[in-house]
């Protein structure tokens, strides 16, 4: 991950507060690493190190799982359109809303899964409930779930395989249109970056949030309540 990205996302990239991040860069010089860890720093959520020496091929952490192992069986594309023709089935993304926003299954519902209460109307005998995601893994941790938690309850819950990414790759179309319904949850992990506004909208949000932006560092002067630190080297 670029330095300067990892600082300017870093809500979408370190989900844990107080973790430890350990930045590797080349040993030569390390000011890429260094830069960074100052700017991380002074976040104050995580504890920063940098990597000292080089990182040899055996050191590199193993990657995780791809996996959900005790996930319900899956269903691919084609299987999923043919299930979708015969009726009783609800699909459900669990992606992120960006994703969702950029395209989804045709009438799919969205869901944010932090709870699955949501899904109770949904878990019914007789339903199918078909989760999907970008790639399929969150699909499967949430299939996983949802079948323990409704266990007996007559719903048979999976998910697809590959996720959206293959439906589409498949030659099968995604939509970007959605009504309220279709929402089980609020876009709660929308934090009103204008880097997800689309269509017509999309310059005037940018005007606006550049109007804001160039008049940030005279709002800055003038407030007494901000205050900058900076750290020793």
């Not at 990892?6 to 350990?22: K, P, S």
């Amino acid at each position: 991950m670029p330095g300067g990205q990892l600082f300017m996302h870093f809500e979408n990239l370190v989900g844990t507060r107080g973790a430890r991040i350990v930045l590797i860069d080349d040993p030569a010089h390390r000011l890429r690493a260094v830069v960074t860890s100052f700017w991380l720093t002074q976040l104050n959520q995580v504890e920063v190190y940098v990597y000292e020496g080089e990182l040899a091929p055996e050191q590199a952490p193993s990657a995780p799982p791809a996996t959900v192992t005790d996930a319900p069986p899956s269903l691919d594309a084609e299987a999923l359109a043919q299930l979708r023709r015969n009726g009783a089935v609800t699909v459900i993304d669990v992606g992120a809303s960006l994703d969702y926003e950029r395209g989804h299954l045709p009438g799919a519902l969205y869901m944010l899964p932090a709870s699955l209460g949501p899904l109770a109307s949904h878990a019914v005998a007789g339903r199918t409930l078909v989760f999907t995601s970008p790639d399929g893994a969150a699909a499967a941790r949430v299939a996983r779930d949802a079948h323990q938690r409704w266990l007996g309850s007559g719903a048979v819950f999976t998910w697809l395989q590959g996720g959206t990414q293959d439906w589409k790759a498949s030659g099968r179309p995604l939509s970007t249109a959605f009504v309220p319904g279709q929402l089980l949850t609020p876009f709660d992990d929308d934090w009103g970056s204008v880097m997800r506004v689309f269509g017509p909208r999309r310059d005037a949000a940018w005007a606006d949030y550049l109007a804001w932006e160039r008049a940030l560092a005279e709002r800055v002067l003038q407030d007494p309540s901000v205050r900058f630190r900076f750290f020793p080297a």
